[in-house]
């Protein structure tokens, strides 16, 4: 086998067409689709169990609660109407988690739970769900992130 010099393999190309060459070869890691399925199975399973904690919410919310929930159980956790229900979801856990224990809302805002449960199986019920919301909302964001990053890219590769 011949060997060639990087100069000899571009002869002819121009500085743009090799600039081109090269970032097309980029593209998102295999690591987001996972991601992104993460996102939809965390989805359904807040769906699911969503009904099983008593989480208060105001019955104003409830319609626009149920409507999100209908979306995840579809799979559909990257539609932007999901935005506010998900911040409404998460303060009223928040809310429910404060009745419980005053002051472990703001923690649980703030932190990881998973090695804080509560004795109380309906209290660690609204404290799994929590941490399942806060899961989906990372994972989603994170694939919204790299979806953003790839029209970016697309944008610098066409200049």
């Not at 999100?68 to 506010?84: E, K, M, S, Y």
Request: hydrophobic share 45%; aromatic share 6%; net charge positive.
């Amino acid at each position: 086998m011949r060997k060639t010099s990087m100069s000899q393999r571009n002869r002819g190309r121009t500085e743009k067409d090799m600039r081109k060459a090269h970032m097309t070869t980029v593209s998102t890691p295999p690591a987001i689709d996972a991601v992104a399925l993460q996102a939809v199975r965390l989805g359904r399973q807040l769906a699911a169990a969503w009904s099983d904690a008593a989480v208060e919410t105001d019955a104003t919310l409830d319609q626009q609660i149920n409507a999100t929930l209908a979306r995840c159980a579809a799979g559909a956790v990257f539609d932007d109407a999901n935005d506010r229900a998900f911040a409404l979801m998460l303060a009223a856990i928040s809310q429910t988690l404060d009745g419980f224990s005053p002051g472990y809302g703001r923690f649980f805002q703030r932190e990881c739970t998973a090695r804080n449960p509560f004795c109380d199986v309906e209290q660690d019920r609204v404290r799994r769900l929590g941490e399942l919301l806060k899961g989906l909302v990372d994972a989603r964001n994170a694939v919204v992130d790299a979806v953003i990053a790839e029209r970016e890219l697309a944008r610098l590769r066409r200049r």
